[in-house]
């Protein structure tokens, strides 16, 4: 059984419900272990019912898990390019590995 649009829409108001579409490229949940979960394409709704706002996202799904450097890390990539820590963590994050970050920066 399919249900028009227009039903749907004014059997959700007399249930209290409100939604708006929002417009966006793409959307970024940063998980607290450092990843992230990126909805491409995406289609967004905000839905607000009983004084609660929530989201719906559909769209494609990539994840991506930030790699995580120790300070030895940083510190080996500034001793051997000869950059400060900011600068060594700034290309471990680019390059997301230690020999690519150091001969990178020794360029």
């Given at each position: 059984?399919?249900?028009?649009?227009r039903?749907?829409?004014?059997?959700?108001?007399q249930?209290?419900?409100?939604?708006?579409?929002?417009?966006?490229?793409?959307?970024?949940?940063k998980r607290s272990?450092?990843?992230?979960?990126?909805?491409?394409d995406?289609?967004?709704s905000k839905?607000?019912?009983?004084g609660?706002?929530?989201f719906q996202?559909t769209?494609?799904?990539?994840?991506r898990?930030e790699p995580?450097?120790?300070e030895d890390d940083i510190?080996?990539?500034?001793?051997?390019?000869?950059?400060?820590?900011e600068e060594?963590?700034k290309?471990?994050?680019e390059f997301?590995d230690?020999?690519g970050?150091i001969?990178?920066?020794k360029k």
């Amino acid at each position: 059984m399919r249900i028009n649009p227009r039903q749907m829409e004014k059997m959700m108001k007399q249930m209290g419900m409100q939604t708006t579409q929002i417009s966006a490229d793409e959307v970024i949940i940063k998980r607290s272990d450092g990843g992230e979960i990126i909805i491409r394409d995406p289609e967004v709704s905000k839905i607000k019912m009983m004084g609660q706002e929530s989201f719906q996202i559909t769209g494609t799904v990539e994840e991506r898990q930030e790699p995580e450097f120790s300070e030895d890390d940083i510190m080996m990539v500034s001793e051997q390019a000869g950059v400060s820590k900011e600068e060594a963590l700034k290309a471990l994050e680019e390059f997301g590995d230690i020999a690519g970050a150091i001969l990178h920066l020794k360029k």
